[in-house]
């Protein structure tokens, strides 16, 4: 069993839409959570960082953290063409420096 | 602020051969990091560096994978003999410390023929 699961999707929504992506972990340790998005040949670049449980909103973006279902997830308001990419999950212990990534989930938004 | 720059960008190379991946970090970043990144799955950490000593390469496949950070700055990748399944990108990342966040470069895509 992999540390970490994403479903890669492809996902494909109309422009404006509300997007939902997913992570699921096993390891209980795990407190730091990150969002990367990674454009065509391109490398990932970090979108949101959440320490512990809850929310946190930037702009359009949401990430919620529920640590006890061990799942965490991404929003995207408004969803933009622009907004087409692979999301990356990505999470690491308290203390540890390496970072375990999801596969990723390719979104296409359809104007 | 110049990012993390890697070269070269695509390299198409035959089973066997040698091949090498070079990376410039952001300036100040003291810990550089190699992932490998293979078609639809996450980077994968291969090798972490702080300044010129290594911290963390147990993912690194050392009988034909090798690394070095001379001088604490730039940093080479490579690989002896090339494999089939050592296709994919490499992707090179930087951050100041060993857990502030990490920015990555665009990559090197390697395709093993």
């Known amino acids: 069993q992999k540390e970490v699961e994403q479903d890669p999707g492809p996902l494909s929504v109309p422009e404006g839409a509300i997007v939902s992506l997913n992570c699921t972990y096993s390891n209980s340790a795990f407190q730091y959570f990150m969002w990367y998005r990674q454009y065509s040949r391109k490398g990932p670049e970090l979108l949101m960082y959440t320490y512990s449980s809850g929310n946190k909103e930037d702009g359009r973006f949401t990430a919620q953290v529920d640590k006890s279902s061990k799942y965490i997830s991404l929003f995207i308001r408004d969803s933009q063409p622009s907004d087409s990419a692979t999301y990356l999950c990505a999470m690491r212990r308290q203390g540890a420096q390496k970072l375990v990534f999801g596969q990723g989930t390719r979104l296409t938004i359809n104007p | 602020e110049a990012g993390v720059a890697q070269s070269p960008r695509y390299k198409i190379i035959e089973k066997r051969q040698s091949v090498a991946f070079w990376c410039n970090p952001i300036?100040?970043?003291?810990?550089l990091y190699w992932y490998q990144q293979i078609l639809g799955q996450g980077p994968k950490l291969l090798i972490q560096f702080q300044n010129n000593g290594v911290v963390d390469d147990s993912q690194l496949p050392k009988d034909r994978f090798s690394a070095e950070r001379l001088k604490g700055v730039d940093s080479t990748l490579k690989i002896q003999p090339a494999k089939l399944e050592d296709s994919a990108v490499y992707l090179c990342?930087?951050?100041?410390?060993?857990?502030?966040?990490?920015?990555f470069g665009p990559g090197t895509r390697l395709t093993v023929l």
């Open positions: 300036s100040g970043h003291a810990t």
């Open positions: 990342a930087s951050s100041l410390g060993r857990t502030d966040t990490q920015y």
